[in-house]
């Protein structure tokens, strides 16, 4: 499975963006799909993560109710749609996939994107 993201950028707090995730390869295998983030001198972290099949969410609690996060089976894409933007979501974003039940952990995660970078300016 290759996963490939883009939508990082610079905007100001208060701000939108929207990530993307396409996933080729053997996308069959893929249970879970998840966004995590790192921010310089920090450990990676969980964002948001969703279902392939049923569609379920989950967040972190440091975003949720301003953070989306959706998947269109058949474009084998996910999307982070990140409102409200505040200077500490400030990081590289990556997304990730595994083949079974959603975890937070990043390491139970079987394949990784390259970041994309999220700058919030105050």
């Known amino acids: 499975v290759q996963l490939q993201a883009s939508g990082g950028g610079l905007v100001q707090a208060g701000g939108s963006l929207r990530l993307s995730c396409t996933a080729s390869?053997?996308?069959?295998?893929?249970?879970?799909m998840g966004w995590f983030r790192q921010a310089p001198g920090k450990e990676r972290e969980f964002v948001a993560a969703i279902s392939w099949s049923g569609g379920i969410a989950y967040y972190a609690d440091s975003v949720k109710g301003r953070f989306t996060i959706s998947r269109d089976n058949a474009k084998n894409t996910v999307d982070l749609q990140m409102n409200s933007l505040k200077p500490e979501d400030t990081a590289v974003y990556y997304c990730?996939?595994?083949?079974?039940?959603?975890?937070?952990?990043?390491?139970?995660?079987?394949?990784w994107g390259q970041g994309t970078l999220v700058t919030i300016s105050s």
């Open positions: 390869g053997r996308t069959f295998s893929i249970s879970t």
């Open positions: 990730a996939a595994r083949s079974g039940y959603y975890y937070s952990a990043p390491e139970k995660y079987d394949y």
